[in-house]
């Protein structure tokens, strides 16, 4: 059996996944926690690679490995491979300043043009901006910039601080591919080249930066001490959602719906996508094509809140909405709890709408949560369709979308026929299929189980009392 793993080093934690080339089924896996934060120190997610592929059974039987990562983080490295400072994720908001900053500049229709992308808050050239202005010193001491998978994929192959790392900080071997890459703001999808006035605008100086990888192309291999001399080939690592449309075996009209940490709207197409709102991200996919994707801040953590305000677990919370009429008695919740990326408001905060005396109900309050919550990524889709996109069916996944209220809900909310894929680890299962491509030249097809598909239901009143409330957010 030849064995192929599958990394999803994600906000939260870390997952290692082995799969069988062949049939593409999950032989073991190992987990380790991250911390919590929106500023890390890139060291922990090495430790935790670490653990989790001990937990995973370690490399010596794997052929090939590749690392699915949080897209837009900062890892800015000295000249002597160190970390400068402690990462910016993406959900890190210091820098809307920045953003702004940055649109007013360059003309926010220039920024598509050049990039796919407007920048907010979540893009990596906003990040290195927020550097430049706030802390000087350390932005001077950048000689390289990476994202977390870039860094990641650069100390499995041994390079990295010379104290730590057997091959030392040769910067010049940092590897990227164009998902991930696509989110930085200084790299343009349609030409595959970075541009370096933007990233010299946005640090205040040049910077190497990883050479982008294609799709099933490999980085090199492991370090033979992680492997114990065995040779194990590294893929081109991907940004999170790239990976897991490649998991999910996406193709041209499927919209997924990934309800995790934050919420993300993202279709496989053959075009790419230039939005000057910026609502709409232009990404590149990682198997060649393009990723239009539109995220929202707030997703899952909208439903732990309110389970832990109702003192109930998640089965209850979706027991209670399912006895609640649709549309929740009258009661909206714009659940932007942790600012919002799309709408662009990063100090906003969240509301409940509609409250009476009659309808403040604990079914009530349940209702609205799931609705709301499905309501704000319904925006993200009508987004992407109103760019061209042709929805045949939209893909449920994270874990809320294990939830039979969330699927039932689902069908109220989006205008689109919705199937739930059975729970698994599709980021760390599209970088399993990148690490197979590269160890054999071609993308393997494993297939994909369906475990729900509610009948499609739509129920227009959710949306209408939703863009209502959500609209006294807007100027």
Known sequence: MTLVAGVDSSTQSCKVVVRDLSTGEVVRSGRASHPDGTSVDPAAWWTALLAAIEQAGGLADVAAISVGGQQHGMVALSRDGEVVRDALLWNDTRSAGAARDLTEEFGAAALAERTGLVPVASFTSTKL????????ENAARVAAVALPHDWLTWRLRGYGPAASSPLGPVLSELTTDRSDVSGTGYWNPATGEYDRD??????GHDAVVPRVLGAGESAGTVHGDLTGGATCIVGPGAGDNAAAGLGLGATVGD????LGTSGTVFAVTEQGCRDETGIVAGFASASGEYLPLVCTLNASRVLDAFAKVLGVGYDELGALAMAAEPGAGGLTLV???EGERTPNLPEATASLHGMTLANTTRENIAR?????????QAVGMEAILSAGVVAKRALLVGGSAQNAAVQAIAAQVLDVPVEVPEPGE?????????????????????PLAVVAAPAQDTRPEIMEAYTAAASSYLP
């Open 129 to 136: 901006r927020w550097l430049r202005d706030a802390e000087p």
């Open 198 to 203: 933007l990233l010299i605008s946005a640090l």
């Open 255 to 258: 919209v997924v719906v990934s």
């Open 335 to 337: 659940p932007y709890f």
């Open 368 to 376: 609205a949560a799931i609705e709301g919550m499905l309501a704000a």
């Open 426 to 446: 599709y980021v760390a299962a599209g970088a399993a299929v990148q690490a197979a491509w590269a160890l054999t030249g071609s993308r393997p097809e494993w």
